[in-house]
Structure formats: C-alpha cells, structure tokens
C-alpha cells in the first residue's frame, strides 16, 4: 500500500515538473521567409528547434502576401478583413477596423496582455519601420526600430538578458530585402536565410543565459515568401511560411498537419499566456501543436 502511495505521488510530481507554465513568449519573424527555403538551405538552429518543438511548413499568409497586412494579422488574430491593414506599407487601416480597442487599434496581443496582466514586460524590437505602425506603443515597455538585423539581434540580447520580456516580438528583415534586390531563389537569398537562422540561434542562447528556459515558449513565423523580386500574389511560394513553436505545454519533433492560417499564431500565444481573445478574432489556437 504504502509503494502504491509512493509511486502515485512520483508520478504526480513529475507531470507536474513536466507541465512548466508559460512565463515568457518570444515571437522570432523573419520578413520574407517563404516556406520553401527549408529545402534548399542549412537551418541547424530552426531545425533544432523543429525537433524540439512543432512545426509546419505549409502555413499560409492572408492576403494579399504583403509585409504589413500580415504582420497585422499575426498580432491581431484576424485578418485585413477585419483589422483593416490591406496594403504592404499601411501605417493605419485602409478601411475601418470592425473593432477598436482602449488604445484607438484593432485588438492586438499587447493590449490583451497589458490589460490582463499589467505588470507585463513587454517589447517590440524590429528592423523594418512599418513594424511601427502595428501595434499599440503605450500597451509596450519597449520600442525599438534598430538599423539592420545585427542590431536587432543584439538589441534582442540584451533585452532578453536583462529584462526577462513576458512577451517580445522580434522582426528580422535582411531575408526580404536580399528577396527584393536579387530575388528568391538565388544563392543570395539562401545566404541570407542562413544569416537570419545565426541570428536566431543568439536569441535562443540569450533565453538560455538568462535562464528562462524551461518557462519560455518561442514562435518563429514569416510574413510572406516570394517569386523573383517580389510577392504580394496567390503562387505558394509566396503563401506558405514556416510555423516553429517550442517550449513548455508544446509537443515535441512533431509536424502539425491541422492547417494553420497566420491569425493563428496570435490565438495559439493568447491561450499559452492564459489571456481571453475578444469576440472579434477569428483565429484559433493551433491544439495540434499543444501537449
């Protein structure tokens, strides 16, 4: 009776050290990652964290597959129908939003975490300046628009080091400009997909030094993938981006199969950080991907 007793409370405490709650979100884009670079390019840091977390490689952007209608999308858990950004430059919603929050946007995952839980640390460090435009400056602790993804990367570093962020979106954008001045497909791209997982590769060392680990989930995402020097249209190359996640609640080395649409990402982050979506998203949390 007694080793029944013992093994059902060993059991207990390890599911319990196995269910480590989500403290901290980091959420890793790269601008113009199309899905389709895996096959042609070495990734060590995105494939590691493929294996150790979830992944697909044919979710899919909103239309059209431009920059800031999709990272609209990716924080506001709806897409341009409803928030309202449509073009790939919008710096306010084309069309009215259906919805507008205590900060005068669309509903965003800052808003929701600020309100929910106020005491957040919260940061958006980010290469391209249209970022800006995305989300709501007083809902964050910090707002960055560095020059270049060395900088951002670095700037991501130490933010993570000594701030410890609740949530932190990082954009990386040298993948999207080599896209445009050389185009997809080339040598070039793929060298700069390979700067861009180095990159990442820092980030996950900095969440480790600051011994964040074990209670930090990490999304890596892209807004669009390309043709030639562009996107913007329906070819797959431009749809499908990469869908990583890792971390505590996450299963591990396994492909999600259930389709994933890049509002998704906003409700999968929502339920791991304990926070309601409001009436208006139309995303749903990606439970495949979900322990």
Same mark, same amino acid.
């Given at each position: ?91 306010? +919603?084309?069309? +009215? ?89 080339? +040598? ?53 981006? +990469? ?49």
């Amino acid at each position: 009776m007694k080793l029944t007793r013992l093994l059902i409370l060993l059991s207990m405490l390890a599911a319990r050290a196995q269910a480590q709650p989500v403290k901290h979100v980091i959420l890793i884009g790269s601008d113009g990652f199309g899905a389709y670079a895996f096959n042609n390019t070495k990734v060590p840091n995105l494939r590691k964290m493929m294996e150790q977390g979830s992944w697909s490689l044919q979710t899919r952007t909103v239309l059209p597959s431009s920059s800031a209608a999709n990272w609209a999308s990716m924080v506001m858990g709806a897409g341009p129908e409803l928030h309202g950004y449509t073009t790939w430059g919008s710096k306010k +919603p084309d069309m +009215p939003a259906r919805v507008l929050d205590e900060y005068g946007m669309f509903p965003t995952l800052y808003a929701l975490l600020r309100k929910a839980k106020p005491n957040s640390e919260i940061g958006v460090i980010y290469e391209w300046d249209g970022i800006g435009y995305l989300f709501p400056k007083a809902a964050v602790n910090k707002d960055l628009n560095a020059n270049g993804d060395i900088a951002v990367t670095k700037a991501a570093v130490d933010y993570i080091k000594t701030s410890q962020p609740t949530f932190l979106f990082v954009h990386l954008h040298d993948v999207d400009s080599v896209g445009h001045n050389v185009g997809h497909h080339t +040598p070039e791209y793929y060298a700069a997909i390979e700067r861009t997982d180095t990159h990442i590769g820092e980030i996950l060392q900095a969440i480790t030094d600051a011994g964040m680990e074990k209670n930090t989930v990490v999304l890596f995402s892209a807004d669009h993938g390309g043709v030639n020097k562009g996107h913007g249209s329906i070819s797959m190359n431009e749809m499908q981006i +990469p869908w990583i996640i890792k971390g505590p609640r996450i299963k591990t080395n396994h492909e999600v199969t259930a389709s994933i649409m890049t509002f998704d990402t906003a409700a999968t982050l929502a339920k791991l950080l304990g926070l309601t979506p409001p009436q208006v998203w139309i995303g749903r949390p990606v439970t495949d991907a979900l322990k």
